[in-house]
C-alpha cells in the first residue's frame, strides 16, 4: 500500500505537458588513469534488480524523481502496466549504444553527435507520422467512393468474364456435337468425338503448364490459406487468370466431368488484385486488411457470378475460405454479389433473349411436399452423407495412387509421361459419354441435364431418356459419373467440384423420387401426389453440401430453382448430410488442402478439453539448432 500511495503520488506530480527533466547519457573517456571497460550487469535473484559494478561511475546511474523512484525516461506507468511518454527520446539515447561482444555494452559519450543522431531520428519519426496521417485520413475518408466504385468494376468485370466463359463452353458443346453429323458411320462419329474430347483436354494440359501452373485444380483451398495469412507468390498474377480462363473452357468445351465454381473464385480474387494496381486504387494495396477483405469479396462474387446466387454465393465463400470471418466486411461482400449475380442475368437476358430475370431453374412446383415425406428426405441427407464421404475418400486414394506409380514403360516414356494420365481419361470419359453407346445423357449438356432432372414431367418424355429402362439409366449415369468426376477433378487442369456433385445429387434425388411415384401413385396421403423433381432438387443439395461442407447449399439451390416450397425438406437433408460426412472426416476443400502440404488448421476433438494444456498438444520431439555447436554437416543429416 505505501508503494501504491508513491507511485500515485508520483503519478499526481508529473503530467504529459510538463515532462521531467532527465539528464543526458555521458561517459567518462578513456584515459590512462581511467582506461575503458565494459560495463557489466548484475542481476540477484532475490529482488530482480540490476546492481552496478564497483567504481562505476555514478552518471551511468538512472536519475530518479523527487519521490526517489526510477525515471530515466520519463516513462508514466499506468495501472495496466503499459508504459508511455518520450518514447523517440529513449530510442535515440539508445541508438548511441554500441553492441560490440556479449556482455559488453559501451556507451558513446560524444554530446554533439548525440544531438546529431536525435535530429536525425526527430525527422524521420515526424516524416514517417506525416505519411501515416496522410494515409489514414484517406483510408477513412477520402477513399470510401473509391471503395464503392472498386467493388462495382469486380463485380461486373467477374460476371462480364463468368458469362463469356459460359458462352464458349457452350459453343464448343455444341461443336463437339455438330461434330457427329459429318459422317454417318458409327464408327467415324465414335473416333470424331473422341477425338475432339482428346485434343481439348491435352490443350488445356499444355496451356496450363506453359503459361501458369498456379491455375491447376480448384482455388478454393488455395484461398483459403492466402484469406489466412499465407503469401503464395504469383498466384494472383496476371498469368494465372489467362491461364485459368483458357484451360477451363477447354476441359469443360471437351466433356470433362468438372465443374467452374471454384475456379471462377480463383479468377475473381486475380481480377480484385489486378484492380489494386490501378493508380486510383492503390491504396487498397497498401493496407493488408482491406486487400483481404477485397480479396474475400472476390471469392463471394465468384460463386454468386457462377449461379447467380448472391445471398448463397457469399455465404458459401464464407463457409469455404474463411476461418474467421469479419463481419464489418458483409456488406462489401453483398454488394458486390449482387453486383455480379445482376450483371450476369441482364448479360442472359440481352444475349440469350431470356423472358425476365427469373432463376436458372425454373422448377415451377405447384404442390408442396406432405410432412410425412419428411423421413424419405432424412433419408436422402443419409445416402448422401455416405456418398459424399466416399466421393472424398476415392479422390484422396487417386490423387495417392498418382503420386505413386510411375511410368516406366518404354513406350509410354516416349510420349511424355505428363500426358499419359489425362490422355487415358480423356479417351475414357469420351467412350463413356458417347451419345449413340448408352445413351444420349450421358453426352448432355450439364445445364440441360438438371433442367430434365428437376422437371415435373416424366422422365421418359425427355427426348434424350426416352426407349431405356428409366432406373437402369440413372444408375449407370450416377456410377460412371460419380467415378469420372472423382478421377477428372486430379488431372492437372482447372477444376471445379461442386456443379459434379450438384447433379450427381438430383439423379440420385430423382432415383427416389421415381420408386416414391411408383409405389405410392396418389402419394403417401391421397391427394398430395409425389413430385420426382422436387427429390431431385433435395438430393442435389444434399450430395454439394455434403462433398463441400457447407449449409449455404440450401440458400443456393432455393436461388437456383426460385422455390421455396422444398426449403425444409432441402435444409434438412443438407444438416444431416453435413453431419453424416463429418463423421468420417473433412471436406472436399479441407482434404485438398491437406494432400498439396498448404497451412491447416485441424479440428483438436479432445476428450477433456477443460483441462487440457497447451502443452498437452504441442509436439515435444523438437529439432535443435545449436548457435556454437551444430555444423552444416548435422544439418544435412537432419
Not at 346 to 362: A, H, I, K, M, P
Not at 376 to 390: D, E, P
Not at 462 to 479: H, R, V
Amino acid at each position: 500500500e505505501h508503494a501504491a500511495q508513491q507511485h500515485s503520488d508520483a503519478s499526481m506530480l508529473q503530467t504529459e505537458d510538463t515532462p521531467p527533466p532527465h539528464p543526458p547519457v555521458s561517459s567518462p573517456r578513456p584515459s590512462s588513469d581511467n582506461p575503458a571497460r565494459p560495463l557489466t550487469i548484475e542481476i540477484t535473484e532475490a529482488s530482480g534488480t540490476e546492481t552496478p559494478p564497483a567504481g562505476a561511475s555514478d552518471s551511468l546511474a538512472p536519475p530518479t524523481s523527487s519521490l526517489g523512484a526510477p525515471d530515466s525516461y520519463a516513462y508514466e506507468q499506468t495501472v495496466y502496466g503499459s508504459f508511455r511518454e518520450t518514447l523517440k527520446k529513449a530510442a535515440a539515447e539508445f541508438a548511441t549504444m554500441t553492441f560490440r561482444e556479449p556482455g559488453a555494452l559501451e556507451l558513446e559519450g560524444n554530446l554533439s553527435q548525440q544531438a546529431r543522431i536525435r535530429g536525425r531520428m526527430d525527422s524521420r519519426v515526424a516524416e514517417y507520422e506525416g505519411r501515416m496521417g496522410r494515409l489514414m485520413r484517406k483510408l477513412m475518408s477520402g477513399s470510401n467512393a473509391h471503395v464503392w466504385a472498386f467493388l462495382a468494376l469486380l463485380g461486373i468485370s467477374t460476371a462480364a468474364i463468368g458469362f463469356a466463359m459460359d458462352l464458349t463452353i457452350f459453343y464448343l458443346d455444341e461443336l463437339h456435337h455438330l461434330l457427329m453429323d459429318v459422317t454417318g458411320n458409327a464408327v467415324g462419329q465414335f473416333f470424331l468425338w473422341s477425338l475432339f474430347t482428346a485434343i481439348l483436354v491435352l490443350l488445356s494440359v499444355h496451356i496450363t503448364r506453359l503459361i501458369s501452373k498456379h491455375a491447376v485444380g480448384s482455388g478454393i483451398p488455395q484461398m483459403k490459406s492466402i484469406l489466412s495469412g499465407l503469401i503464395l507468390r504469383h498466384y494472383l498474377d496476371l498469368r494465372a487468370l489467362i491461364s485459368k480462363i483458357i484451360g477451363l473452357c477447354l476441359a469443360l468445351g471437351g466433356g470433362m466431368i468438372i465443374g467452374k465454381e471454384g475456379p471462377l473464385v480463383h479468377v475473381a480474387a486475380i481480377i480484385s488484385n489486378v484492380l489494386t494496381r490501378i493508380p486510383i486504387f492503390q491504396f487498397i494495396a497498401l493496407s493488408d486488411t482491406m486487400r483481404t477483405n477485397m480479396l474475400a469479396a472476390g471469392c463471394a462474387v465468384g460463386v454468386s457470378s457462377n449461379f447467380g446466387s448472391p445471398i448463397g454465393g457469399v455465404l458459401f465463400s464464407v463457409e469455404v475460405t474463411h476461418i474467421y470471418y469479419s463481419v464489418s466486411n458483409y456488406w462489401k461482400a453483398f454488394f458486390v454479389a449482387v453486383a455480379g449475380a445482376l450483371t450476369f442475368r441482364l448479360l442472359g437476358s440481352v444475349l440469350e433473349n431470356e423472358r425476365s430475370l427469373t432463376s436458372l431453374f425454373d422448377t415451377d412446383f405447384t404442390v408442396p411436399p406432405d410432412s410425412s415425406e419428411l423421413v424419405i428426405f432424412a433419408t436422402i441427407g443419409v445416402v448422401c452423407g455416405l456418398l459424399s464421404a466416399l466421393f472424398i475418400w476415392l479422390h484422396e486414394k487417386i490423387i495417392m495412387l498418382r503420386r505413386r506409380v510411375k511410368v516406366t514403360h518404354p513406350f509410354w516414356q516416349k510420349f511424355n509421361t505428363v500426358n499419359t494420365f489425362p490422355f487415358i481419361i480423356a479417351l475414357v470419359t469420351a467412350v463413356l459419354t458417347f451419345p449413340r453407346l448408352i445413351g444420349g445423357f450421358m453426352g448432355q449438356f450439364p445445364r440441360d441435364t438438371v433442367d430434365n432432372l428437376f422437371s415435373q414431367e416424366r422422365l421418359e418424355s425427355q427426348s434424350e431418356w426416352k426407349g431405356i429402362d428409366i432406373y437402369a439409366a440413372l444408375l449407370l449415369f450416377f456410377t460412371i459419373k460419380f467415378v469420372l468426376c472423382a478421377i477428372s477433378i486430379s488431372l492437372p487442369i482447372p477444376s471445379g467440384v461442386y456443379a459434379p456433385v450438384f447433379f450427381l445429387g438430383a439423379a440420385l434425388g430423382r432415383i427416389v423420387g421415381e420408386l416414391m411415384q411408383e409405389f405410392f401413385p396418389q402419394g403417401l396421403i391421397p391427394g398430395t401426389p409425389i413430385i420426382p423433381g422436387g427429390y431431385a432438387v433435395v438430393g442435389a443439395a444434399a450430395l454439394a453440401g455434403g462433398v463441400t461442407r457447407t449449409i449455404s447449399s440450401a440458400v443456393i439451390v432455393s436461388e437456383l430453382t426460385g422455390d421455396l416450397h422444398y426449403t425444409l425438406p432441402v435444409l434438412t437433408a443438407v444438416l444431416i448430410s453435413c453431419a453424416v460426412a463429418n463423421i468420417f472426416g473433412v471436406s472436399i476443400y479441407d482434404s485438398t488442402q491437406q494432400l498439396l502440404g498448404l497451412p491447416y488448421f485441424p479440428e483438436l476433438h479432445l476428450k477433456n478439453p477443460e483441462k487440457t494444456t497447451a502443452g498437452d498438444i504441442m509436439s515435444r520431439n523438437l529439432v535443435c539448432l545449436y548457435k556454437t555447436d551444430t555444423t552444416y554437416g548435422d544439418v544435412q543429416e537432419m
